[in-house]
């Protein structure tokens, strides 16, 4: 992930006199790093994970540190959240006997050394630290891994929402959005009423026209393709099999993998992560798969085509088609074509000349 700050300035318009960006056609980005801070800060200081259950109080204290980078960029109005965020929080627990007496007061961590944009569908990984490791110590601290965990998860999720829906732009995002149409309806009505309230046929046709061309866009909209061509250094027989042998698969992905190699049959890639079923299979020619991502909103499955193509004996060419990959997720991130597209280039294509040597 680009650094706040650094990244291409073709696409960062420095700030008008004026200080407008009009219709967001431009890239704009915004730190969000001191929001993190306050919005983490809000959320858990003074939790109360136990409030007596079995003789256990236990409770956030305060935000340690939030560290990394976190921003927000927009353009035309679409989000790209960024963040990479190392996150610490203090807690505290008192254990009591049946009569109320303070058995021992403990003071403990909890770390998240990694939120990210990247893993936004994802828990994060939580640990759990207390200071004092004796018996009544090591009760407390199982009780917040208990009881704490799933409040903690929760409030994570808040702000990876919240990071979705523009952070701290939310606000300016949504007055803009509402703006342009009360332009456009004013537009219409004064030239309806400079016409008499008629409308030429020319204009209702024209108006016609534009008409459908808006419902043909919108039954796209929220939808990418993706395409891709890479070489290797192989025969087209050997790549097609790679790529639909599942022990292979796990080989160069590291991860398992379950691959049918009949049509209508199903397939699990990434530990489970996509999910799908093979369409149309030619040995050594095509491969087209249905494909879902977990993160995905339910109900979408995009289509995977892969035409393998051998102009030489020794030489394969792959041209990808990848339909219908959703805009965003559905936890709001806007960057899941993105995420897809470097996922075929880095974590199949070139792994596959890595692993097996078939680079160009």
Same mark, same amino acid.
């Given at each position: 992930?680009?650094?706040?700050?650094?990244?291409?300035?073709?696409?960062?318009?420095?700030?008008?006199?004026?200080?407008?960006? *009009?219709?967001?056609?431009?890239?704009?980005?915004?730190?969000?790093?001191?929001?993190?801070?306050?919005?983490?800060?809000?959320?858990?200081?003074?939790?109360?994970?136990?409030?007596?259950?079995?003789?256990?109080?236990?409770?956030?204290?305060?935000?340690?540190?939030?560290?990394?980078?976190?921003?927000?960029?927009?353009?035309?109005?679409?989000?790209?959240?960024?963040?990479?965020?190392?996150?610490?929080?203090?807690?505290?627990?008192?254990?009591?006997?049946?009569?109320?007496?303070?058995?021992?007061?403990?003071?403990?961590?909890?770390?998240?050394?990694?939120?990210?944009?990247?893993?936004?569908?994802?828990?994060?990984?939580?640990?759990?630290?207390?200071?004092?490791?004796?018996?009544?110590?090591?009760?407390?601290?199982?009780?917040?891994?208990?009881?704490?965990?799933?409040?903690?998860?929760?409030?994570?999720? *808040?702000?990876?929402?919240?990071?979705?829906?523009?952070?701290?732009?939310?606000?300016?995002?949504?007055?803009?959005?509402?703006?342009?149409?009360?332009?456009?309806?004013?537009?219409?009505?004064?030239?309806?009423?400079?016409?008499?309230?008629?409308?030429?046929?020319?204009?209702? *046709?024209?108006?016609?026209? *534009?008409?459908?061309?808006?419902?043909?866009?919108?039954?796209?909209? !929220?939808?990418?393709?993706?395409?891709?061509?890479?070489?290797?250094?192989?025969?087209?027989?050997?790549?097609?099999?790679?790529?639909?042998?599942?022990?292979?698969?796990?080989?160069?992905?590291?991860?398992?993998?379950?691959?049918?190699?009949?049509?209508?049959?199903?397939?699990?890639?990434?530990?489970?992560?996509?999910?799908?079923?093979?369409?149309?299979?030619?040995?050594?020619?095509?491969?087209?798969?249905?494909?879902?991502?977990?993160?995905?909103?339910?109900?979408?499955?995009?289509?995977?085509?892969?035409?393998?193509?051998?102009?030489?004996? !020794?030489?394969?060419?792959?041209?990808?088609?990848?339909?219908?990959?959703?805009?965003?997720?559905?936890?709001?991130?806007?960057?899941?074509?993105?995420?897809?597209?470097?996922?075929?280039?880095?974590?199949?294509?070139?792994?596959?000349?890595?692993?097996?040597?078939?680079?160009?």
């Amino acid at each position: 992930m680009a650094k706040f700050g650094e990244g291409d300035k073709r696409w960062i318009v420095e700030d008008r006199p004026d200080g407008t960006n *009009v219709h967001n056609w431009h890239w704009s980005e915004t730190n969000c790093l001191e929001w993190s801070r306050n919005f983490f800060t809000k959320q858990f200081t003074g939790v109360v994970i136990l409030a007596g259950e079995g003789n256990l109080f236990i409770k956030v204290t305060k935000i340690d540190k939030v560290e990394g980078e976190a921003y927000v960029n927009v353009r035309k109005g679409k989000i790209i959240p960024g963040y990479e965020l190392n996150v610490s929080l203090s807690w505290e627990g008192e254990a009591k006997d049946s009569d109320g007496k303070t058995l021992l007061k403990a003071d403990g961590l909890v770390d998240m050394p990694y939120i990210s944009d990247e893993n936004a569908d994802e828990d994060p990984e939580i640990r759990f630290t207390v200071k004092d490791e004796g018996p009544i110590g090591k009760t407390l601290k199982e009780a917040m891994v208990k009881k704490g965990k799933s409040i903690i998860l929760e409030k994570v999720r *808040v702000y990876v929402e919240a990071m979705a829906k523009g952070g701290p732009c939310r606000d300016e995002l949504e007055t803009k959005k509402v703006a342009p149409k009360s332009v456009v309806a004013g537009s219409a009505s004064v030239a309806v009423e400079k016409s008499g309230g008629g409308v030429p046929a020319a204009a209702a *046709v024209a108006e016609s026209k *534009v008409v459908k061309e808006k419902k043909t866009v919108k039954t796209k909209e !929220g939808f990418k393709t993706i395409t891709m061509t890479e070489k290797f250094s192989c025969r087209a027989k050997d790549l097609y099999e790679i790529l639909m042998d599942e022990n292979r698969w796990k080989g160069f992905t590291q991860s398992n993998a379950k691959i049918s190699k009949d049509v209508n049959g199903p397939i699990s890639l990434f530990d489970g992560s996509v999910t799908g079923m093979n369409v149309e299979l030619e040995e050594g020619k095509l491969i087209v798969q249905k494909w879902r991502f977990g993160s995905w909103p339910d109900g979408l499955d995009s289509t995977v085509k892969i035409v393998f193509k051998e102009p030489e004996t !020794g030489v394969t060419v792959v041209n990808l088609t990848h339909t219908d990959v959703p805009e965003e997720d559905r936890y709001g991130n806007a960057t899941v074509v993105e995420n897809t597209e470097r996922g075929w280039r880095d974590l199949i294509f070139h792994r596959i000349r890595a692993v097996f040597g078939f680079g160009m």
